[in-house]
């Protein structure tokens, strides 16, 4: 069953179009990824599914419901929660008061208690440094900060806007670690990633964007082990 289904989107900046009319799903309990070179329209997908740019044409059902027109922050409460590309934690506040910031839009104040313990279990550095201003965390850590912000708000759906950018390549395999082990608790997951290897591994399906269109599609190892895929994006 799609948990989100994207239709003919089409996306301008201006006069230059960014999304070429594209159409993908992704559904319940699977990872998706969407690949492709810098500017190849990945965020500007992410973004405007969530309705933070308008679209000029094209529709997005999630969960059902038709939220083409539906303001970010409602989308938010529908359950789908997104992870941006450079984290964007909020880094005046404390560990904890980020947790606080991404459990806002959950109605019950009962469960925040043990959500928190949760995300410390998974997160036993977070737990260390709960009282820690946020800027001054690693990046990765600002990773998991982030991650575990959007968790709070228990998505049906995350989206992960390039999730190991900027990181080392040991924290890029704890990333895409602890991808596969949210996905296995039962969030469906949508990961736009330059790391064509990385996301491919631990993805069911994914698509491949050039300038705004989506020119392949099929399976994590399909695409893989796809000769035009390995010599754009692979170094073979």
Partial sequence: MAM??????????????ALKGISFEVNEGEIVSLIGANG???TTTM???VGLIPKKA?????????ITKTPCHKI?????????EG????QELTVYENLMMGAYSMKDNSKFKSDLESIYARFP????????????LSGGEQQMLAMSRALMSHPKLLMLDEPSMGLSPLLVDQVFEIIKDINKDGTTVLLVE????????????????ENGNIVLSGTGKELAESEQVQKAYLGG
């Avoid at 330059?194 to 964007?209: E, T």
């Fill in 87 to 90: 984290r964007r934690i909020f």
């Fill in 194 to 209: 330059q790391n064509a290897g990385k996301s491919l591994a631990i993805s069911d399906r994914a698509y491949v964007l």
């Fill in 125 to 136: 550095r977070l737990a260390e440094r709960r009282s820690q201003i946020a800027g001054t």
């Fill in 58 to 66: 094209g529709s997005v059902v999630f969960d059902g419901h038709d």
């Fill in 40 to 42: 190849a329209g990945k």
């Fill in 76 to 84: 938010v409460h529908m359950g789908m929660t997104q992870v941006p």
């Fill in 4 to 17: 989100l289904e994207v239709n003919n989107l089409t996306v301008y900046y201006g006069v230059i179009c």
């Fill in 47 to 49: 973004q405007s599914v």
